[in-house]
């Protein structure tokens, strides 16, 4: 229906919860029938009983209110229960009235943790202390279980969440005995040390070793009725989030570009290929192609090895390995200084000057023995003069 059709107006007492019983109200109102006693009373067998419906002319009887009261009360405390959220849990003499619960009764476990689904017809048996045919829902939360070196049944407490942790050392191999209910599932974490296996199984059934490990590699277990089995999810093989140590080959997206500098993972294609990014405006060492104005050490004067020579070293040249100046020069008549443009690293070991073209001047002579930076000359006539030295 729609569920605009009806707004209900919520229950959160029951009727006449603060009336005075007995003077105002019968609680409980009895199952039996009351007529045998107060042929008037009101039961769960007869109702208001057949005395009330008579009219009192005619010998009838008025019913008494205080039965109406209590019988009010007891059918609006399950409805304000039930508006509240809540279900109720196993009652044995509820079960006892009603012979047993029927199949998809859903009771609220004593221990918070979840709900009991009833698949057995008049069941009597209580699923918080292990009552057979009950099926653990809407489970919630967990419980570490310690051991040690014997074998332990899990108590429904224990069974009743769906994450199920074990503690403590082994001493010995144990087995952990789980209910045989079909389909259920849980959540097994061996955080146990020791060097003995830890093996979840049914009472008669087989089971599965769980791998020692912690709360971020769980084992997953379900019971098929007769024995424990592994789901095929386990994540005992599995990676956790936090710190996980890889093995194999291990592989993932290659980032980009290859400048890329942030927190995300690198792998060799990332490497290399930034290695390639730092090094494409390096040269090789075999076979550089150079460009722009490369540079480099010069070498001492004299050298003679296989180092680069740099425009440096070959202007200073050696003594094994002169180099020439020369050009052309004005000098006037009488003594001349003439300095070099750029000095000799060493020594100018000499200097020949000849008179420019057309000249007639023949009293060219040096005055001194030339040094590194220049030579001193003297002509008879002004004019231009051409000259060359040799140096290192």
Known sequence: MPSTLVTPLLISKPFGFGASNP??????????????TTVNAASFTDGFPPSTMTP???????????????????????????????????????????????????????????????????????????GAGWFGAGLTGSYVVPVSGSNITLTPAQYSVPIIAFSGTLTANINVIF???VGQQWLVV?????????????????????????????????????????????????????????????????????????????????????????????????????????????????TNTTQLATTAFVAAGSASNPICKGGTISLANGSNTYNFPTPFVTACISVVIMAGPGSTDATIFLQSAPTRTGFTVAVGVTGSYQYIAIGY
């Open 179 to 181: 209910p045989a209910t």
């Open 190 to 302: 061996n955080e146990t040390a020791g060097a003995f296996t830890l093996t979840c199984k049914t009472a008669s059934g087989t089971g599965v070793v769980i791998p020692q490990t912690n709360f971020s590699s769980p084992t997953s277990l379900y019971c098929d009725s007769v024995n424990i089995q592994n789901t095929g999810i386990s994540t005992a093989g599995l990676a956790p989030i936090n710190s996980p140590t890889f093995t194999g080959t291990p592989a993932g997206p290659t980032a980009t570009p290859a400048t890329l500098n942030n927190t995300q993972l690198a792998n060799t294609a990332f490497v290399q290929a930034a290695i390639a990014a730092a090094l494409a405006t390096y040269a090789p060492k075999a076979s550089p192609i150079f460009t722009g104005t490369p540079t480099a050490p010069t070498a001492a004067p004299g």
């Open 23 to 36: 003077t105002y109200i019968n609680i409980p109102i009895p199952v039996p029938s009351q007529i045998g």
């Open 56 to 130: 009192e002319a005619s010998g009838g009887l008025p019913f008494f209110g205080q039965d109406m009261n209590g019988i009010l009360y007891m059918v609006s405390a399950y409805c304000a229960n039930f508006a509240a959220g809540a279900l109720s849990q196993y009652n044995s003499t509820l079960s006892g009235n009603i012979s047993g619960y029927p199949v998809g009764a859903v009771l609220a476990n004593a221990f918070g943790t979840g709900l009991w689904i009833n698949q057995v017809s008049g069941n009597t048996t209580n699923p918080d202390t292990g």
